[in-house]
């Protein structure tokens, strides 16, 4: 950049890297630009800030990455006993990167706590129109539908503490494996134009898991990459085949995600290394890191995609999203006694 000196004369200064054009010549100012070297247009996305921000563009403008719509309606339950894996989490965030690319997802919250409801800005204070009502015949379920804030192709179904109560109050009713199942009618999802619904269970094997495994042709299970994670796999996979035996004979497990893959550690890479060689095809090759964007969203009632989409917590789940929609239902063919056992050890 050429300035004047107090002596009258002119002499040009080193132009700043980040200013320079790729086509620009290096030897600007002549001896003074000698040696400069240019940088890439794209190269500020070698910075940290630069890569979140070249990310949160992606997000905002996914281009012509538009996901198919699947032929039908698929009915997803997201299920493991076992707390603290990512269900909620991984439930409203492939959701919103579903709804992201133009795909009608509707999220039911079978979970009292209703942490899948404060992450998609939805209402569900005692009184609200909620999935207890549903289950109990007191309300259709379109009438209980809301629009989350973060997406108009994002719906969901609440859950209010009331359905703490509800496995009580469904021993007595007749049928009371299916009462989500007759819920979720043909018409209805047709109606709304659902592409996918994803049923968010509570952390155990009882009376609610047990209707969203009964709804639900396809299980979603979302697998903590550490020891633990893998103990009560075992028992989560007996009482599929219970369901499968006994009440819907459709159902298998379509999707396994890994999640809190933390890479500075061997055990993550054994715990996914075993999984993929039980389940095969059933794993999907994207893996969600550990990510404190993913922990904080929550407390700010929004997805890790809408809190920071420039995160590698949410472009995970975006990636997963791609795949898991791009793939649709995936069913192969295994020993699940193997797969027990395999859990087990």
């Known amino acids: 950049m050429a300035r004047e000196t107090n002596g009258g004369r002119t002499e040009v200064s080193e ?13 600007v100012g002549g001896a003074h630009g000698a040696g400069m070297v240019l940088r890439p247009s794209n190269a500020y996305e070698d910075t940290p800030i630069g890569a979140a921000a070249a990310r949160a563009t992606q997000y905002q403008h996914p281009g012509d990455a538009s996901l198919p719509h699947p032929d039908r309606c698929r009915i997803l339950t997201i299920a493991n006993q076992k707390g603290g894996v990512g269900k909620t989490t991984t439930t409203v965030n492939l959701a919103a990167a579903l709804a992201l690319h133009d ?5 039911i919250d079978l979970d009292p706590q209703g942490n899948a409801s404060t992450a998609l800005g939805v209402p569900h204070q005692s009184g609200t129109p909620s999935i207890y009502e549903v289950l109990l015949g007191e309300s259709p379920l379109d009438e209980a539908i809301q629009t989350s804030t973060h997406s108009a192709n994002l719906l969901c179904v609440p859950a209010t503490i009331d359905l703490a109560g509800a ?4 021993v007595s009713m007749v ?6 199942k007759g819920a979720l009618s043909v018409a209805v999802l047709d109606r709304l134009g659902v592409d996918f619904v994803l049923i968010d269970c509570p952390p155990s094997l009882g009376l609610l898991t047990v209707n969203a495994l009964v709804a639900a042709p396809e299980v979603l299970i ?21 369901v499968q035996a006994h009440l819907n004979p459709e159902l298998h497990v379509s999707t396994i995600l890994l999640t809190m893959y933390d890479g500075r550690t061997k055990l993550a890479d054994q715990v996914a290394n075993e999984v993929r060689g039980h389940f095969g095809e059933v794993v999907l090759r994207t893996m969600i890191p550990r990510s404190v964007k993913v922990s904080e969203a929550p407390g700010y009632g929004q997805t890790v995609l809408a809190y920071d989409p420039g995160s590698r917590g949410a472009m995970s789940y975006l990636d997963a999203g791609r795949e898991f929609a791009m793939r649709g239902d995936v069913t192969v063919g295994r020993s699940d006694s193997d797969d027990e056992q395999g859990a087990q050890g």
């Open 15 to 27: 132009v700043s890297r980040e200013t320079l054009r790729p086509d620009q010549d290096s030897s």
């Open 103 to 107: 795909l009608t997802v509707l999220v």
């Open 167 to 170: 496995e009580i109050e469904l």
């Open 175 to 180: 049928a009371r494996e299916g009462r989500l």
């Open 222 to 242: 979302p697998i903590q990459c550490e020891y633990y994670a893998l103990e009560g796999l075992g028992q989560l996979l007996r009482n599929i085949e219970l």
